[in-house]
């Protein structure tokens, strides 16, 4: 999977959120995903309503790099995992 900001890659969905990756964020009510933690870092916040979004200063000048996942599905894959792992904790 490739961050859709600058394109670096991850192998594994599961690697993606050890090293924490951001599994979607919105920029105009626009959804996009995933996004690597550097640019996450430095380009995306939390918005009031508890999303991630990109920050104002950098609406309408990215350039995002295409996904190889649908997006519905990615949230999908994501909640999955958390899930799992919230599972596995309480039954540990």
Not at 9 to 21: H, K, N, P, S, V
Not at 27 to 55: N, T, Y
Not at 57 to 70: G, P, W
Request: with cysteine.
């Amino acid at each position: 999977m490739k961050c859709v900001i600058c394109g670096i890659e991850a192998d594994f969905i599961e690697e993606r959120i050890d090293l924490g990756w951001t599994p979607y964020f919105y920029e105009a009510q626009i959804e996009h995903g995933p996004a690597c933690p550097e640019c996450s870092e430095v380009l995306l916040e939390m918005d009031s309503f508890g999303e991630m979004g990109l920050k104002e200063r950098y609406r309408r000048k990215i350039n995002y790099k295409e996904t190889f996942v649908d997006k519905a599905s990615m949230k999908g894959i994501f909640i999955q995992i958390a899930i799992q792992r919230t599972m596995q904790s309480i039954l540990n």
